[in-house]
């Protein structure tokens, strides 16, 4: 099966990277009492660490690295959506060259730090949908109106090939602006033919 291409706001890897894992951490404070016992508190949950590894490779390598570090210039959090994992919204934190580069091949490393913004449910999770999502296809279905009271609201039919970065250029929508609208989309990935987006 092939995976869609991993993405960070307007950056989409060629490739995927070759290792991706995810930090899971948890506050907890340790206050000594009498008798050399001990009582730990929970603080919470922090943030979650993501970090991976790959490789470009080919002709223009070292030029892909250039405009991947030229994303991590910007400023402010964005989405970060891997094939498999649960997007976050991320602050991209850490870009580093494995090896000296080459024209033709560059090694590297990177680490996202998710936001405290992030809402929903847990991240992390594999996805409960099971349509793939194809090439970005021109959005046609525009909108109806919502249903439950939306007060103006309207929604996009999704069709077959379509992607929800692909409904957001439609739109004249950010990625962050569709998905924010839409929380009950935990993969922007894998959105199903029929499935109402809403856009405004």
């Known amino acids: 099966m092939k995976l869609a291409a991993m993405r960070y706001k307007d950056y989409v890897w060629p490739h995927n990277p070759r290792t991706y894992t995810i930090d899971y951490q948890r506050n907890v404070a340790v206050q000594k009492v009498p008798f050399g016992r001990y009582h730990l508190q929970d603080l919470g949950l922090t943030r979650r660490v993501m970090r ?17 570090a030229s994303v991590f210039y910007l400023p402010g959090p964005g989405p970060l959506i891997h094939p498999v994992w649960q997007a ?46 194809g090439a970005a296809g021109q959005g046609s279905g525009a909108g109806a109106a919502g249903n439950g009271g939306g007060g103006g609201a309207a929604y996009h039919t999704v069709e077959a090939g379509e992607t929800l970065w692909g409904i957001a250029r439609d739109y004249g929508l950010s990625l962050t602006a569709l998905i924010e609208k839409n929380p009950q989309i935990k993969n922007p990935n894998l959105i199903l033919v029929g499935e109402q987006v809403r856009v405004a």
């Open 52 to 68: 991976g590894e790959g490789e470009f490779v080919g002709e223009g390598a070292y030029d892909e690295f250039k405009r991947l």
């Open 88 to 133: 976050a919204e991320v602050y991209f934190v850490d870009l580093s060259l494995r090896q000296e580069p080459r024209a033709d091949y560059v090694a590297y490393s990177f680490t996202f730090w998710e936001s405290s913004t992030e809402t929903g449910t847990q991240a992390g999770t594999l996805p409960t949908s099971n349509a793939g999502s």
